[in-house]
């Protein structure tokens, strides 16, 4: 966390001392990605789910922590699922199979 702080503070420096200048594109770039924010998040669909009260006091558990409602963290995870960029951490465990085992033929 100090680095963040430390780099947060050399930024606000080089900002008060001039350093920074607008983009020459100016408001057209901005208004250009205002517009795709808005198209990629626009929320025009209503979703009913049923999910165990466990994992639901652990979501909005978890949101809390954020500081954001829990149907935004769910959101988010699902968006983020759906265009890949939701990765699993890497275990040093080989993960079980959840198929059931079959009867081999003796024949």
């Not at 080089?14 to 626009?42: D, H, T, V």
């Not at 968006?79 to 024949?107: C, D, I």
């Amino acid at each position: 966390m100090d680095k963040e702080r430390k780099l947060e503070e050399e930024i606000l420096a080089s900002f008060e001392r001039g350093e920074w200048q607008p983009s020459p594109k100016g408001n057209s770039e901005i208004a250009r990605f205002a517009a795709m924010a808005s198209a990629s998040l626009a929320k025009d669909k209503r979703v009913n789910i049923r999910i165990s009260s466990r994992d639901l006091d652990d979501i909005q558990a978890k949101a809390a922590e954020e500081a954001i409602p829990y149907q935004t963290l769910m959101s988010s995870v699902l968006h983020k699922y759906v265009t890949g960029r939701l990765v699993e951490p890497q275990t040093s465990q080989p993960r079980r199979s959840t198929r059931t085992p079959q009867k081999r033929n003796a024949g």
